[in-house]
């Protein structure tokens, strides 16, 4: 069974700098992918970015990129120039390719500072 | 185009009683999954209908349960509601077995 761990349960950026949300897993699966959503205080959870496991090159989706440790089993959002409508719950998620189901992180409440 | 859309959008029940959740995927979607997030803890894996069948289902009592019609919409019935049972309920729906799952907003049931 796929297990993900997100250590921070709470962090705080200020407006226009960086900060780094930490998430490691676990799978036995060598095919699968990562996500990182984005659940504001509106409730709907949104995708962030997505990364295939079996690309070297780490996702990047304007302010947002990753740094995926495959050997760590390591997936880090670097949010780049933090804006306050980032401010919001960031899950990160694994997905098995063969099972499809998500299995979601604790999350990471971020607070964004003007 | 219409997101995911799940009803009702609130929903206050008694324990003892049943509770029914509905969720109309975005057309064309045939993955329909349900997560469970209750207060302080995060999304937890309840069940996957995939073309009318349930394909996985997490670790939860026979007391959660759903169906999803022909036309891909689903349902999920939660039997003998507990106060533990109070929480967000979420639904995605996704194309196929490895698309990106799109989110409703959620139906928030409580019971007291």
């Known amino acids: 069974a796929q297990t993900v761990t997100q250590s921070q349960p709470e962090m705080s950026v200020q407006e226009a700098e960086t900060v780094t949300l930490s998430c490691t897993y676990d799978t036995s699966e060598s095919d699968y992918y990562l996500f990182w959503y984005k659940q504001p205080p509106s409730r709907q959870m949104i995708l962030v970015i997505r990364?295939?496991?079996?690309?070297?090159q780490n996702a990047t989706e304007n302010r947002f990129s990753v740094n995926f440790q495959k050997a760590a089993k390591s997936f880090s959002l670097k949010i780049s120039d933090s804006q306050l409508g980032d401010a919001a719950m960031y899950f990160c998620?694994?997905?098995?390719?063969?099972?499809?189901?998500?299995?979601f992180g604790e999350g990471t409440q971020l607070t964004v500072n003007p | 185009e219409a997101g995911v859309t799940q009803s009702p959008t609130h929903l206050i029940k008694t324990r003892g009683q049943q509770a029914t959740l509905r969720c109309s995927p975005i057309?064309?979607?045939?993955?329909v999954y349900w997560y469970q997030q209750a207060l302080g803890l995060g999304l937890q894996f309840l069940l996957w209908y995939d073309e009318g069948e349930e394909r996985n289902r997490g670790n939860f009592p026979p007391r959660f349960s759903g169906r999803q019609f022909p036309n891909y919409s689903s349902e999920l019935n939660v039997n003998a509601l507990e106060l533990e049972d109070s929480a967000l309920y979420l639904c995605?729906?996704?194309?196929?077995?490895?698309?990106?799952?799109?989110f409703g907003e959620g139906s928030r049931l409580t019971v007291l």
């Open positions: 990364q295939e496991a079996y690309k070297q």
């Open positions: 995605a729906s996704s194309f196929g077995w490895s698309g990106e799952l799109f």
């Open positions: 998620a694994c997905q098995e390719t063969s099972g499809s189901r998500l299995t």
């Open positions: 057309s064309g979607h045939t993955s």
